[in-house]
């Protein structure tokens, strides 16, 4: 009788630390520390640096660079506090650039949400979710479920920052170049393309340009375009087939995470429908509509008019595979 009182009063006392422990880790939102979200985007900025990339292997750096600048739209999701910490919610795009030989080079493009981690007003950490097959799993660690169902990258405006880039390197335009080509030209080098450029594809006789697409049982053919990015794609293709599970966004795509990076070959580009692009090297994205933004283009999906490929990826998350053809 008494080793069962005993085993009672233990489980009572656990039962009540528990619910203690869970009472001290609840977050609680407070609503007068805004000022936090400015010491978010002012340490995005400066952990921003010029990469000084390459064009081969046997480059050597070119430090005559000028016009560094970022461009950030953060996203404000909500600032909780739980015991002496502070944690602060946001969705960050973050842009920067710099000019060499003329040109205007985009030195990095993200946008993903964070958690940053504040002690007395200062940042201590920050975490951000896993790239490919981890991503869903990590939001829901990092994220409580009220913030995570807010997360969409149609948060921050990727055309108020093309917009905003323009107009501070518009001094790198041609006048008397005709409007329509009148843009800032633009020579993406990213720093991970270093050591594939030139190492895919020059040990195949025969160029593969063309690859299938299986969305919702039906096959469909891609024309690729002739860059380092599709050939990697091939490369990855001739391992085994890709499998991309991708959701809606922006009314004009589908995209999906790789389980790996590919080199990209970043430039300006609008979107056509049955374009399959590349983003942030590991993002497929096959489009349905139009977007202007920095873009690897992969190929195009033949055949298919625009309301055709709508009807067919539908208005929920599809599976969307790549592979050869035999």
């Known amino acids: 009788m008494k080793r069962v009182l005993k085993i009672f009063i233990i489980i009572i006392f656990l039962s009540i630390l528990i ?44 430090y005559n660079v000028s016009d560094f600048k970022v461009f ?7 600032i909780r506090e739980s015991q002496n910490k502070t944690n602060v919610y946001v969705w960050a795009l973050v842009e920067s650039f710099y000019v060499q ?20 007003d200062e940042i201590v950490d920050y975490k951000m979710p896993r790239d490919g097959s981890e991503y ?42 005709p409007q329509e080509q009148n843009e800032i030209e633009t020579e993406i080098i990213p720093t991970n393309t270093i050591d594939n450029t ?8 025969e160029m593969i340009n063309k690859i299938k697409l299986e969305v919702n049982g039906k096959e469909l053919t891609v024309n690729l375009e002739d860059n380092s990015s599709s050939k990697a794609l091939v490369e990855k293709l001739k391992e085994n087939d890709i499998v991309i599970k991708a959701h809606d966004y922006g009314d ?7 389980d790996f990076s590919l080199p990209t070959n970043d430039t300006k580009i609008t979107t056509e429908p049955g374009d399959l692009i ?38 929920s998350d599809v599976t969307i595979t790549l592979s050869l053809f035999n």
């Open 19 to 62: 619910i203690f422990i869970k009472m001290n880790l609840k977050e609680e939102e407070v609503n007068n520390k805004d000022y936090l979200y400015d010491k978010v985007e002012e340490y995005l900025i400066g952990q921003e640096h010029p990469h000084y990339n390459l064009e081969t292997k046997e480059s050597k750096p070119n």
């Open 72 to 78: 950030t739209d953060i996203a404000k999701l909500g």
């Open 101 to 120: 030989d003329g040109k205007l080079i985009i030195n990095n493009n993200s946008s993903t949400p964070y958690k940053f981690i504040f002690e007395n």
């Open 136 to 177: 869903g799993k990590s939001l829901r660690e990092i994220f409580p479920t009220d913030i995570r169902i807010k997360l969409n990258e149609s948060l921050v405006n990727g055309q108020k920052l093309s917009k905003e880039v323009n107009e501070y390197y518009s001094y790198l335009t041609n006048d008397e170049e």
């Open 198 to 205: 030139n190492e895919i594809g020059e040990e195949t006789s």
């Open 252 to 258: 004009f795509e589908k995209v999906g995470s790789l």
């Open 278 to 315: 590349l983003y942030q090297g590991n993002q497929i994205t096959l489009y349905y509509d139009t977007n202007t933004w920095n873009f690897t283009k992969l190929g195009k999906v033949e055949g298919l008019s625009k309301e055709e490929l709508k009807e067919l990826l539908g208005n």
